[in-house]
């Protein structure tokens, strides 16, 4: 495999998104970023999977590791579904994303950003609405 360096090639340009989570009881919270670039994507794919599979077990399903439970930072759907699940299982047992919850602000705030960041590496759009009251997420099409 050889790698192609086109000089010529204009650099990434910066993505700005932002990313607004609201919970089951209407609180909000949201991050503008600014992405670099599209490199962290299967970063982010890892950590959203790894989050998913650490909370099916510990809920104790049984957890059977098939090919296609992977990270694919590509597999919108997948990512999707997953990044709901985590969402809605860390607002109902932990009010995480709340102004008042059961962790530690400097926990909650640590995981919050990094989740957000993740969410928006991984989702299309640049106004990206996760809604679980509605148990939705939007790329925010049609808001940009």
């Known amino acids: 495999m050889s790698l ?13 998104k932002r990313i607004t989570l609201k919970t089951k009881s209407g609180e909000m919270v949201s991050l503008n970023i600014t992405l670099e670039d ?10 959203i ?3 998913f599979q650490s909370i099916r ?3 104790g399903e049984v ?3 098939q090919v296609s439970e992977t990270a694919d930072a590509n597999d919108v759907a997948e990512n999707k579904r997953r990044i709901l699940y985590i ?10 994303f709340n102004r008042v919850t059961k962790l530690p ?10 989740f957000l960041l993740a969410v928006a590496t991984l989702i299309p759009g640049r106004n990206i609405v996760l809604d679980l009251s509605k ?3 939007s790329d925010g099409a049609g808001l940009n």
Do not use: C
């Open 135 to 137: 148990g939705s997420l």
């Open 57 to 59: 077990q510990k809920l």
């Open 87 to 96: 969402a809605a299982f860390h607002d109902s047992m932990f009010g995480t």
């Open 38 to 47: 599209e490199k962290g994507r299967q970063s982010a794919a890892e950590y």
């Open 4 to 16: 192609i360096i086109n000089p010529n090639a204009p650099p990434p340009q910066p993505i700005e």
């Open 63 to 65: 957890v059977i590791a």
């Open 105 to 114: 602000e400097k926990e909650r705030d640590e995981f919050v950003e990094i």
């Open 49 to 51: 999977h790894h989050l």
